[in-house]
């Protein structure tokens, strides 16, 4: 009898947004597997530390600094070997996944390597979309309002297209693609439609007009909510 | 000392996927509200039935059905009136909201009114958006995919551009506007990379394909995911 690969999210960051059904699996699994740096601690690992009984063997996915190469395809294909060995041998493995495992998450390339040879159950999570809104005070979207999830680092014309079109949208993965987006934002004139927060839900959250956003500082988990008529349900 | 009002994400349906955070904050409040229909059974309520310690007043807030009419301003007028009464007499008031309080859902139209006069506190929730995809072990976007999320209701031709420009999408809302999304997906070659699922993590939930679905028995409750790769991994 092999074990179940979980893919449990475990929410944006604030330790009691994960759910209770998550929390059950990572308690009684006894692998724990989470995304981790090359060196340093595993946010993931953080957000749910003070829920974690002891005594369960720990796996880090450590990910090699590799910008602009993802996915690092060599790291899933020896994290799936080393979690497939604790699952043929019966064991439970928990993958932990900041916010959502498939939502933009890494988890996905780990499911793609083993859906088919182990049972897989996936334990959806609050999402940074949603916890941003949350942070903010700004509805997402509304009635028949389209919605577009659109990652920083595309092109200055395609984010253009595309904020140009929405009615509400949530630009991730800011980092060093900050500059680009808030310009985009100023042509098109919706940059006073726009909010930003930066690690929302975690003790270091911050929220901030735009144009008074350091450009050099933004982190990866950032985040622009904007919507067209200002707010969601006007 | 006025109350604070809360709006809880309580989550898809599964009352496991509840938060630790919106279980405390609902069982610690003098006042439930809840959306309900014209009569019968209030959704949000059933989600969290379990987890009521007893002894709280509860509202319901009662949508006659308005078909292509919302929101009904006179529901929403009157209900913030009452949890506005129970705020200045110190009372705290949770809003339970099916999925997110802010990813289309009703909530936001009682913060609009409410946010300025009571201090209010939004908990995010697991959202049917990542609800469905987990239920549908369909990861939703990945990389620098875009991520359109798109209201069924749409005109067809709307839909087919929105749907023609993506990486991927979650088509909402679909109940009586099933046929022409999916006819829409037919022509854009895309019926084949979309995945049908009905009540995600609720007891009677399914998950069908495409050209199996009764476009006469599709409740509101359901969702097309589509990605145009098949899988987002890919």
Not at 10 to 26: F, H, M, N, S
Not at 51 to 65: F, K, N, S, W
Not at 200 to 208: G, V
Request: charged fraction near 20%; glycine fraction near 8%; charge should be negative.
């Amino acid at each position: 009898m092999s074990g179940t690969l979980y893919g449990l999210g475990v929410g944006p960051g604030d330790p009691e947004l994960i759910t209770l059904k998550a929390l059950r699996l990572l308690r009684s699994s006894t692998v724990v597997a989470y995304p981790a740096p090359e060196h340093g601690d595993s946010l993931a690992r953080a957000i749910v530390a003070g829920h974690l009984p002891g005594g369960q063997t720990e796996v880090a996915i450590r990910m090699p600094m590799l910008v602009e190469r993802f996915p690092a395809q060599e790291v899933y294909d020896r994290a799936a070997a080393e979690l497939g060995d604790h699952l043929a041998a019966g064991r439970d493995v928990a993958v932990l996944c900041e916010g959502d495992p498939f939502f933009y998450g890494s988890f996905m390339y780990l499911f793609g390597r083993m859906a088919e040879r182990f049972p897989v159950q996936v334990v959806p999570g609050v999402s940074s979309l949603t916890a941003c809104a949350a942070a903010l005070g700004a509805p997402l979207a509304a009635r028949n309002d389209v919605l577009t999830v659109v990652p920083a680092p595309l092109p200055a014309d395609q984010l253009r297209e595309r904020l140009a079109q929405t009615d509400a949208a949530a630009i991730m993965k800011l980092g060093r693609h900050f500059a680009k987006v808030r310009d985009v934002l100023e042509e098109l004139g919706l940059d006073s439609r726009s909010r930003y927060v930066e690690r929302a839900t975690m003790a270091n959250q911050r929220l901030l007009p735009l144009d008074q956003v350091d450009a050099d500082s933004v982190p990866y988990f950032s985040m622009v909510l904007v919507h067209r008529r200002g707010e969601a349900w006007a």
